[in-house]
C-alpha cells in the first residue's frame, strides 16, 4: 500500500487535534481533573505541592526522598560506567577460508 495525499492529510490532523486537545487539558486541568475524579478516575497529584506550606518536618523527608533518589542515579551512572570500561571491545566475526571447488570435468 502507497502512502497517498489523504493519509498524510489524516496525520496531520490528528496531530492537530492531539496538539489542541492537550493544550485546552492544560489550560483547564484542575477542572478536568475534578470532573475525572467525580466520576471515579483517580488521578495522580503529579508533584503539586506547594513547599512553602510545608511544615519542617514534611520538607526534611522530601529533602531525604530527594537525596536517595540523586545517590540511587549516582550509583547507577557510576556502575553504568565501570561496565563499559570493563566490557572489552566485540571482535569482528573471522569468516571461514572458502574451499575452492574442484574443476569440472568435461564428458566426452
Known sequence: ???RSEHITGFVVGIGAAAAGFYYYKKNQ???DAFLRKHGIELPAGGTADTGS???EQL???KETLEDLIAEREYAASQAAA???AAPEPEAPKA?????AAPKKAKA
Do not use: D, H, L, S
Open 83 to 85: 561496565e563499559a570500561q
Open 96 to 100: 571461514a577460508p572458502r574451499k575452492k
Open 60 to 62: 526534611i523527608a522530601e
Open 30 to 32: 484542575p477542572q478536568v
Open 54 to 56: 510545608m511544615t519542617i
Open 1 to 3: 500500500m502507497q502512502i
